[in-house]
């Protein structure tokens, strides 16, 4: 701390102490980023006395003198000014006086101006109201200022503003709080007229009732109304049905700088959705299995949406949903149906479909059939199928591979959805176990086209006691009772019941020979 001593030669010269009027400040404006202060004052003209400018920074119980510095003297007139170039009024708000240099025991404070303080002002960004608090120090006696202007009368503040560097325009004032004794100009202002992602710098303009040729202007603050940047994009990667769960996987932007996210899910494609998940974008890998689709009869559309930071969705993937078979059958035909993506405009999309049936059980596995464009497929081959060992049930699933308007890939694999032929049964009257020259007559059991899911064959001998029971097709009567021994040659009686699921039970009975060479 420290005082500047400014040192001027006057017009006329004072007949006295008691004549000299003290000096008046009438401003104290902050007059670049860096907070350089310029002061403007009237003197009484009549006096020879060195200026003396004094500051206080609030460190401080009281001001004290500055360093000494002497400047050329000042012209002859009633508005004399100082610069402070080491101010750096932008960071805290700082208090300025001037006296005469008179230099006697009884004039301490007697011939110094009021003190004048700096307007501080400082600014917050509410990202989710998109607005701009700007607030400043108010001229008035405060418990938390000391030394404040409380003798200046403000008739309002006037709002400046930049926008990205351009000319600072005025938006607004500021309004007078209260009546009589009590009023005051209000310290406080919202700027509602924000965009992110925009630079905006400030300041406030203190206008007094003396007249505004006296205004006063506030430090400059800027900053920029940034938000998280949103990722660029969601990709639902996979949307696999297993069973009756649902498992998805999906991945985010890497630039993305939010961090929560929500999966939704509705029946209907225009919604309501509910949420089935939040995650965390530190989450890997991000998926999830809804365990409580019914993803065979029911058609379910998932979403993922950012969450910004005041709670609202942002970015969203693309609307992806199941796919839903529709399976029919007429005579050895099968026809495959589907509810095409149509909600993906844009997006190329190609089906595949996937069978497994036309061998036996053990050992079947899923081949492709056709890729296509379209949502419907004819199996009408199943004929080449129909032989002896052959099961009757053929299952088939529905692959999608989406590739997004954004770049992005989505594979869609359906529910599994099976159909059953019906086998035809031809019953042989006779076997003969010990016949080496044909190995087919060495067995009894019913000739069926194609394998049933149930198969129950029964073997009594005459007397009604059952020696033989098989559910399985590949175990045949092999002209065997109890213990391994060979049945007598004669004549025995069986029962076959052949069942598919959705079909009527098919149940035989008769009579078989047994012959031996």
């Excluded at 006697?104 to 501080?120: F, L, Q, R, V």
């Excluded at 693309?318 to 844009?346: C, E, P, R, Y």
């Excluded at 029964?458 to 060979?486: C, L, V």
């Excluded at 007598?488 to 098919?506: D, S």
């Amino acid at each position: 701390m420290g005082m500047v001593l400014l040192c001027f030669t006057s017009w006329a010269q004072n007949n006295g102490n008691d004549t000299i009027t003290p000096p008046v400040l009438k401003t104290a404006t902050v007059i670049n980023d860096e907070g350089v202060v310029r002061l403007l004052w009237e003197i009484d003209r009549t006096i020879d006395y060195d200026l003396i400018v004094w500051e206080d920074n609030y460190q401080v119980g009281a001001f004290v003198d500055l360093d000494t510095v002497l400047i050329d003297s000042i012209k002859a007139n009633n508005i004399n000014s100082w610069q402070d170039d080491q101010s750096q009024a932008n960071e805290k708000a700082r208090s300025y006086k001037i006296s005469y240099n008179i230099r006697e025991s009884d004039t301490e404070g007697k011939y110094e101006s009021h003190p004048y303080n700096t307007t501080h002002l400082t600014t917050s960004f509410d990202t989710c109201q998109m607005n701009i608090e700007l607030i400043w120090s108010r001229h008035v006696a405060s418990k938390a200022f000391r030394n404040f202007n409380d003798t200046i009368k403000i008739e309002h503040y006037n709002i400046w503003r930049s926008v990205d560097g351009n000319d600072f325009e005025k938006i607004g004032e500021t309004s007078t709080v209260g009546q009589g004794d009590t009023s005051h100009t209000d310290t406080t202002y919202t700027d509602t007229q924000i965009q992110y992602d925009r630079n905006y710098k400030y300041f406030v303009e203190m206008v007094p009732q003396e007249g505004p040729f006296l205004k006063s202007k506030s430090n400059r603050v800027g900053l920029r109304t940034e938000m998280p940047d949103d990722p660029e994009y969601i990709n639902i990667d996979s949307l696999i049905t297993r069973g009756r769960n649902i498992h998805l996987t999906f991945s985010i932007d890497s630039a993305s700088q939010l961090n929560r996210y929500v999966l939704m899910r509705s029946e209907n494609k225009e919604g309501p959705y509910d949420t089935l998940k939040h995650f965390n974008h530190s989450d890997r890998p991000l998926q999830y299995t809804d365990k409580s689709a019914r993803p065979a009869n029911r058609r379910y559309y998932y979403q993922v949406a950012a969450v910004n930071q005041c709670g609202a969705l942002t970015t969203r993937s693309d609307t992806i949903n199941n796919i839903v078979l529709s399976v029919s059958k007429q005579n050895l035909t099968h026809q495959i149906s589907w509810k095409m993506f149509t909600q993906l405009a844009g997006s190329h999309i190609t089906y595949q479909v996937y069978r497994k049936g036309g061998k036996g059980m053990e050992g079947s596995r899923y081949e492709l059939q056709q890729t296509m464009e379209h949502s419907t497929f004819t199996d009408d081959d199943i004929q080449s199928y129909k032989a002896e060992g052959v099961s009757s049930e053929f299952c088939y699933y529905v692959t999608a591979d989406i590739d997004h308007q954004n770049g992005g890939k989505t594979i869609v694999t359906s529910h599994k959805s099976c159909l059953y032929v019906k086998p035809q049964v031809f019953i042989p009257n006779a076997f003969i176990p010990n016949d080496n020259s044909n190995e087919r007559n060495r067995r009894f059991r019913p000739e069926l086209t194609f394998i049933p899911r149930d198969y129950l064959l029964i073997i009594y001998n005459r007397r009604g006691k059952k020696i033989f029971e098989s559910h399985n097709y590949d175990n045949p009567w092999k002209g065997q009772i109890k213990g391994g021994k060979k049945a007598p040659a004669g004549t025995y009686i069986y029962y076959l019941e052949v069942k598919n699921p959705g079909q009527p039970l098919i149940h035989k009975k008769g009579q078989v020979t047994l012959i031996y060479r």
